[in-house]
């Protein structure tokens, strides 16, 4: 698919847009690495999705630009630091060549306010964390599912493949978010960064 032709699949229904995904997912032999390595329960996201598909728009190599692989999971019985340390740990194993960032999304709230000088609720799912994420367009995990990609996506994928950097306001700072999106668009200048207000 040419790079015009995914930007146009920002308007085409979601079924459509996650079959797209699943195909230039699929071409980032890197994170297809990390996926089969994955239990059911564990999910990736984020900037790594963002840049993979904005890879594929601007004609680069998929991990281009990739800063980290993020990976989000729930347990609500296990909220150890230790356990998602151990989770983080089995995953570095594989040898990537990226930082691993884990989250256990059930134990947030825990830590949240001392790092971010906010306190939030606990979730109660992945998908309630991911509604939190900076952008509207990174706002999505997926996981493999024997040999399907599931996909959580709580605003769908129309940024992602319009590459809009628009502020998803639910818990990010303007600072933070202005960073970013100065980050992301020099290196995927044909992004739309909007404003924050």
């Given at each position: ?120 609720e ?35 994928l ?10 998803n ?13 100065a ?8 992004a ?6």
């Amino acid at each position: 698919m040419s790079a015009l032709n995914l930007r146009e699949v920002a308007d085409r229904p979601i079924g459509e847009q996650i079959r797209v995904l699943e195909e230039v997912v699929r071409e980032n032999t890197v994170m297809m690495r990390l996926l089969e390595s994955l239990e059911p329960g564990h999910w990736t996201g984020a900037g790594a999705i963002l840049g993979t598909v904005w890879n594929a728009i601007h004609g680069n190599e998929p991990s281009a630009h990739l800063k980290d692989f993020d990976i989000v999971y729930f347990d609500s019985e296990d909220l150890s630091a230790k356990s998602q340390q151990q989770v983080k740990a089995d995953i570095e194993q594989l040898d990537l060549g990226f930082p691993i960032d884990v989250v256990n999304a059930a134990r947030v709230h825990l830590w949240y306010e001392d790092e971010f000088g906010k306190a939030i609720e606990p979730f109660s799912n992945v998908a309630e964390s991911v509604a939190t994420w900076p952008t509207f367009a990174a706002s999505v995990v997926v996981r493999l599912d024997g040999d399907r990609l599931d996909v959580i996506a709580p605003y769908g994928l129309h940024d992602l493949f319009a590459m809009w950097i628009r502020p998803n306001k639910t818990l990010i700072s303007r600072e933070v978010f202005e960073a970013k999106a100065a980050r992301w668009s020099s290196c995927w200048p044909e992004a739309t960064v909007w404003p924050w207000n």
